[in-house]
C-alpha cells in the first residue's frame, strides 16, 4: 500500500477502534436520526390525513428531513472524529508524525462518508418500512443531491474543525448549533418564497436551499431545476475551497504560535 | 548575586560564540573531544555545529540531525535564540536547563509541530522545512505530556502508530516492542486507565516502532521507579548504539544525565550557554556534580554568558 494511504488508513481504523469499543459513539450514530424520521414521519402522516393539499407530505417533509439529517451527519461525522483527538489530546503525536495534514482531512472525510451511508441507509430503511416514503421517487436528481448535501456537510465540518483549532476545546459548543442555525435558510421545510424578500437574498448563498428547493419540485412533479443545482453546487464548491482555506490558515497559524504542541482546554480558549 | 562574567562560576576560557556552520575543527570528532577532555575546543553559544564526525575506522559520518541557527520568538519574546547544535549516530545529547529555558521549544520545533522564526533543521540529510514527511519518518519522540490516547487500547495505539510511521512488519514490530517494554500483560488494556510509569513505557515503544535515526525524549523516565528507570536507560543506551542512532535526552535527573548522555548542552534563556562532557565538565567549572554546575547556570546564567 502507498505511504500516502497507510497513512489515511491510520486515522481510519484509529476511528474505526474507537467506534467498535463504545456502544455510546455507536447508538448516538442512528438513534437521533432514527427517533428525527419516527416524529416527522407521524408529523407528514397527519398533515396528510388533514390537508387537502395535492402534494404528498410524506415525499415532501420526510424527504426533506431525511436530506437534512444527512447532512447533519456528513458535518458530525467530520467534526465528531475531530473532537476525538481534541479530547484525547493527540495532537502533537498525530502531527509529530509523518502524517500531513491532508492525509489527516482525508481520513476523517472517508469516516464522515461511511459513517454518513449507514445511517441514510438506516433512515431510507425507517422512512420507507414505516411512512412509506419512496426515495427512487426523486429519480436520478437524487444523487445531485446527496452529493451537494455531503460536499457542503464536509465544507461546515472542515470549517468546524478550524474553529475549535483556533479557538479551543471550548468552541465545540459553537460548532454543533450550526445545523439549526442555517435550517431556517436552507429551506428545508418551506418554499424559499415563505421567506421575507431580504431573507430570500441570504437564503440563495446557502447551497442546501437549492437541494430542498429542487426536491420539492420534483416531489411536485415540475421540470427537474438543473440550472438552480449547478448554481448550488458552484457555492457548494466555494464552501468546501473556503472552508479548506481557513483550515490551511489556522492551522499554519497554530503552527507558529506553537498552538498545536500545546493544545488543551487549559492553552487555548 | 555577582553577575560579572566568570566571576562566580569559574572555568576554562572560552572561544566565544561561532557563526553557527563551523568547518570541522581540526578533524575530530567530537567523540575524540570528549576522549581529549580539551576544553579549549568546545564552543559556548554554539555547540560542535556541523562536525564531520571520524569514527574509529576513520569513515566519516554526517551528523543525524543538525540544528543551525535556530531561533524562536513569541512577539517581543525570544523563547530561542540562535542555537546550533548537532548529533552524530549512536551519540546520547543531553539537553539540559531550567524550567522556560527554551528546551521544550527546541524539541518542538525539530518535531516539526513548531515553526521556527529562524533557522533551518535537517534530520537524517532531509531538511525538515521542505521534506518535512521524509524527515519525520526518521524521527520519534516521547514525551511525558504527550501520553498515546487513552481511550485505545496500548496494542491498538501502537499498531495505528505503526501504520503512520510506514512501520514494516507492524504486528510483528508492535509484538516484540510489547516484550520489550515488558507491556504484554496490558496488550488490551486502554492507554488511560495505564499508571503513568506504564503510560511512559508504552510512549517509549511507540517511540521506537518505526526504528527511528533520530529519537527525542523529553524527560523519558520522569514517572518510573528507579529500577524501571534504570532498566529503560540501558535499553536506550543500547538502541542508540546499537542502531546508529541520534537521542536528544532533556532531564531534570542529573544522576541520569550523567549516566546515559555522552555530550550536554546547557540552555538558559534559550541560548546555549555550555556544552561538554557530562562527567568532566563540573569539574572543570569548579563544581563537585553536574547538579551544582545546574543550579549555578540556573540561578546565574549571566556569569558564562559571553
Not at chain 1, 390525513?49 to 426533506?64: D, E, M, Y
Amino acid at each position: 500500500m502507498p505511504a500516502r494511504l497507510r497513512r489515511i488508513a491510520a486515522v481510519l481504523l484509529r476511528l474505526f477502534y474507537l467506534l467498535r469499543s463504545s456502544s455510546a459513539r455507536i447508538v448516538p450514530l442512528f438513534a437521533w436520526q432514527a427517533v428525527d424520521i419516527v416524529l416527522w414521519g407521524f408529523i407528514s402522516q397527519f398533515l396528510n390525513s388533514v390537508s387537502a393539499a395535492r402534494f404528498n407530505f410524506i415525499s415532501t417533509l420526510l424527504g426533506a428531513v431525511v436530506l437534512w439529517d444527512f447532512l447533519v451527519r456528513c458535518l458530525h461525522g467530520v467534526i465528531i472524529a475531530f473532537m476525538e483527538d481534541v479530547w484525547s489530546r493527540n495532537f502533537l503525536n498525530l502531527f509529530a508524525s509523518p502524517l500531513s495534514i491532508a492525509e489527516y482531512f482525508s481520513g476523517l472525510v472517508l469516516f464522515s462518508i461511511s459513517s454518513s451511508l449507514v445511517v441514510l441507509a438506516m433512515m431510507v430503511g425507517v422512512a420507507t418500512a414505516a411512512f412509506g416514503l419512496s426515495f427512487f421517487s426523486y429519480g436520478l436528481m437524487l444523487i445531485p443531491f446527496l452529493l451537494l448535501l455531503f460536499l457542503f456537510g464536509i465544507a461546515l465540518g472542515i470549517f468546524g474543525a478550524a474553529i475549535v483549532l483556533r479557538w479551543g476545546p471550548a468552541a465545540e459548543w459553537l460548532i454543533w448549533p450550526i445545523p439549526a442555525l442555517l435550517s431556517p435558510l436552507a429551506c428545508v421545510f418551506y418554499p424559499l418564497s415563505a421567506l421575507p424578500t431580504w431573507l430570500q437574498w441570504v437564503a440563495r448563498l446557502v447551497p442546501p436551499s437549492y437541494v430542498f428547493e429542487g426536491m420539492r419540485q420534483v416531489a411536485a412533479g415540475h421540470r427537474e431545476p438543473l440550472m438552480s443545482l449547478l448554481v448550488g453546487a458552484a457555492l457548494t464548491t466555494l464552501a468546501l475551497l473556503a472552508a479548506g482555506s481557513a483550515f490551511v490558515r489556522v492551522y499554519h497559524h497554530a503552527l507558529r504560535t506553537g498552538l498545536i504542541a500545546r493544545y488543551t482546554a487549559e492553552s487555548v480558549g | 548575586m555577582n553577575l560579572q562574567p566568570g566571576a562566580a562560576i569559574s572555568g576554562p576560557p572560552r572561544s566565544g560564540a561561532t557563526t553557527g556552520f563551523e568547518p570541522a575543527v581540526d578533524g575530530l570528532g567530537a567523540s575524540a573531544l570528549r576522549q581529549e577532555g580539551d576544553a579549549g575546543k568546545r564552543n559556548m553559544g554554539t555547540a560542535s555545529t556541523n562536525f564531520h564526525l571520524t569514527d574509529q575506522a576513520g569513515v566519516s559520518a554526517a551528523p543525524v540531525l543538525t540544528v543551525t541557527g535556530l531561533s524562536k520568538h513569541y512577539g517581543e519574546s525570544l523563547a530561542v535564540d540562535d542555537v546550533s547544535f548537532d548529533i552524530a549516530g549512536h551519540e546520547i545529547l543531553g539537553l539540559l536547563g531550567p524550567n522556560g529555558a527554551g528546551k521544550t521549544t527546541t524539541l518542538n520545533m525539530i518535531l516539526g509541530v513548531l515553526e521556527p522564526s529562524a533557522g533551518g533543521i535537517v534530520i537524517d540529510g532531509l531538511n525538515l522545512a521542505f521534506r518535512r514527511r521524509r524527515a519525520l519518518e526518521r524521527a520519534n519522540f516521547a514525551a511525558a505530556y504527550a501520553p498515546l490516547p487513552g481511550n485505545l487500547t496500548v496494542w491498538q495505539n501502537l499498531r495505528v502508530f505503526a501504520m503512520l510511521y510506514g512501520v514494516s512488519n507492524a504486528v510483528e514490530r508492535v509484538e516484540a516492542l510489547l516484550r520489550e517494554f515488558d507491556l504484554l500483560a496490558f496488550r488490551h488494556t486502554k492507554c488511560g486507565v495505564l499508571s503513568s510509569g506504564e503510560q511512559t513505557r508504552v510512549s517509549l515503544a511507540k517511540a521506537l516502532l518505526n526504528r527511528p535515526r533520530l529519537l527525542l525524549l523529553d524527560e523519558p523516565t520522569a514517572s518510573l521507579d528507579p529500577a524501571t528507570a534504570r532498566e529503560i536507560r540501558s535499553r536506550i543506551r543500547r538502541f542508540a548504539s546499537d542502531n546508529e542512532v541520534a537521542v536528544l535526552w532533556t532531564s531534570h535527573n542529573m544522576v541520569e544525565v550523567s549516566e546515559v548522555c555522552d555530550r550536554v548542552l546547557f540552555l538558559a534563556r534559550g541560548k546555549i550557554l555550555l556544552e561538554g562532557d557530562p562527567k568532566t565538565l563540573p569539574a572543570e567549572y569548579g563544581k563537585a556534580t553536574l547538579e551544582d554546575l545546574f543550579v549555578a547556570v540556573a540561578r546565574e546564567p549571566l556569569t558564562l554568558e559571553d
